[in-house]
């Protein structure tokens, strides 16, 4: 059964430092994994996709690396801002295109 | 940009009772998702729904659990006699051919 975990659970970063979020999963036969923000008491916002060919996918200050063969993947954030505080999901997609199964997230708080 | 609609944001029922939740999901997107969030916990899969018929579901989403895709533009998730235990945070994702998925803001279920 996949597991997916996030470590750490927490983080407190001053605002300029680089963040740098871990995800695992215990079966590397994934489809693809999914990077998301999720605001206090709000939805999920879609960061980065990567697909189970791709080692790693960029967006802006937003780097995501994908090993499968280690089951990682690690979510790098530049220059971190106030407005990045927030909580990052990771998903694994287990099977093509259907569900995904979450790790717990990471929370993160950059202070000014 | 296109984005997946929730409504309402929260809804407040007493154990027993039904709850319709609803969603718009993107347009031309063809498969469409429910997930859960109890509070505090993971994120987890509840069904997923292609071609007007569920592909797949998870332990979770028992005979009080359906779901319904009435028109071209509507998706929707119904319990049939709420519990305590159903109250979360229930979120509708949908996807493209791309397989990236889109989250709503979410509803808010409390049963009382």
């Known amino acids: 059964k996949q597991e997916v975990t996030q470590i750490p659970a927490a983080l407190s970063v001053p605002e300029g430092e680089n963040l740098v979020l871990n995800c695992s999963f215990t079966?590397?036969?994934?489809?693809?994994l999914q990077w998301f923000r999720q605001d206090p008491g709000k939805g999920l916002t879609s960061l980065l996709l990567i697909q189970s060919s791709q080692r790693e996918q960029t967006s802006g200050r937003l780097n995501a690396s994908l090993d499968k063969s280690s089951g990682r993947s690690t979510l790098y954030i530049a220059a971190s801002q106030p407005g990045d505080s927030a909580t990052y999901l990771c998903?694994?997609?287990?099977?093509?295109?259907?569900?995904?199964?979450f790790g717990a997230g990471t929370q993160v708080v950059v202070t000014p | 940009e296109p984005e997946v609609t929730q409504t309402p944001s929260h809804q407040v029922t007493q154990m027993g009772q039904e709850v319709i939740l609803r969603c718009v999901p993107i347009s031309n997107h063809l498969y469409f998702y429910w997930y859960r969030q109890i509070l505090g916990q993971k994120v987890e899969f509840l069904v997923s729904f292609y071609n007007n018929e569920i592909s797949e579901k998870s332990e979770i989403f028992d005979d009080q659990f359906s779901v319904e895709r009435p028109d071209g533009s509507n998706f929707t998730l119904k319990i049939r006699s709420t519990k305590l235990e159903d109250s979360a945070m229930y979120f509708c994702a949908s996807s493209g051919l791309a397989g990236e998925q889109y989250f709503g803001p979410g509803t808010r279920l409390t049963v009382t």
């Open positions: 079966d590397s036969a994934i489809y693809n």
């Open positions: 998903a694994v997609y287990t099977d093509s295109w259907g569900k995904l199964q």
